[in-house]
């Protein structure tokens, strides 16, 4: 059934975004009853071992030494291979060289606040009393294990910034860190994060058994780093106390509301057009799923699209 359902969804739904739009309302504001339908972002291999050479194999066909690369993954996937999360990351490591830089998403969990994952709130000030504590080489990473070895790895940087840290290894790793913190009131995907600064060094984003269009974080910097963004209270702002051996310090920062991407991100759609704009490009080893973007050829697409809010769908209501 649930096969069907997402068969149904991505062939025909997908296809025009009002409806996937309005699918989207549906399933977000009756979430405990279509909960169980939720689609599986992580793909699987369907053979007892997987081969992480072959991977590698494909990964090198895309030039990737030398360079930053943002690896999205789940090591859930990858356990056919045999290998351990260090061994993984020693080999992505290698990949790279000693002039690229290996950068994963380490998003965190923050015991001060409850589960607001699932709040549909338009209010801006939902969080805005709590100050919540980021210890950046403690605070619980919610992405998976690999970002965690990555995050342990002697000679790994950490972003300062709370919401949708970076972790990075290699040549660039200090420098997409340096000024995360910089200026009033920053965001997790903003002119000085980390993320930005990956968008302007063209790196090369990769996933490895998920589905990256699910994963991009970089597409973010669309939004976040525009000067004349056109939604009303598209942020909040939260508190935080950065708890680091080399910085003590209280700050509020904004953050996007979750709302916008819950009901008015239509991903399939958006999905469908990367992979016709060959801008995502997919290969398939036994049903592990392994992806490429550039992130500046992502960008650059989402720039020039007509509608300024792509890939949102956002009624004129909530426009300034």
């Known amino acids: 059934m649930k096969k069907l359902i997402l068969f149904f969804y991505l062939n025909l739904i997908c296809k025009f975004p009002c409806l996937e739009i309005l699918v989207r309302h549906i399933y977000w504001y009756n979430y405990s009853l279509f909960k169980k339908f939720k689609p599986a972002y992580k793909s699987v291999c369907k053979n007892d071992e997987l081969n992480f050479d072959l991977i590698l194999n494909i990964l090198k066909s895309y030039s990737l030494e030398g360079k930053i690369v943002i690896v999205h993954s789940s090591y859930d996937a990858l356990k056919n291979t045999g290998l351990s999360p260090e061994c993984i990351v ?94 009033f009131c920053p965001s997790p995907h903003g002119p000085n994060s980390a993320w930005k600064y990956c968008v302007d060094n063209n790196a090369v984003v990769i996933g490895l058994g998920v589905d990256l269009s699910h994963f991009l974080t970089v597409m973010h910097t669309h939004d976040e780093c525009s000067l004349d963004w056109p939604i009303k209270k598209w942020f909040r702002y939260r508190k935080f106390f950065i708890d680091d051996s080399s910085t003590k310090r209280h700050i509020i920062v904004r953050e996007r509301i979750p709302r916008w991407g819950q009901l008015f991100s239509a991903d399939g759609r958006f999905k469908n057009d990367l992979l016709s704009n060959n801008i995502l490009h997919v290969d398939n080893l036994s049903d592990f799923e392994i992806s490429i973007v550039k992130s500046k050829e992502l960008i650059d697409f989402m720039d020039k699209h007509k509608d300024k809010t792509y890939p949102y769908y956002i009624p004129k209501i909530f426009y300034k």
């Open 90 to 183: 020693d080999k992505l490591i290698e990949l790279v060289g000693k002039n690229g830089t290996l950068v994963m998403p380490a998003i965190r969990r923050y015991k001060e606040v409850k589960e607001y994952k699932y709040n549909l709130s338009l209010d801006e000030n939902l969080l805005s009393g709590i100050e919540c504590v980021y210890r950046p080489r403690k605070t619980m990473i919610t992405t998976g294990l690999l970002p965690y070895t990555l995050l342990q790895k002697k000679g790994s940087s950490v972003s300062l910034f709370p919401l949708s840290p970076a972790v990075a290894y290699g040549k660039d790793a200090e420098a997409m860190m340096k000024h995360n913190l910089d200026g």
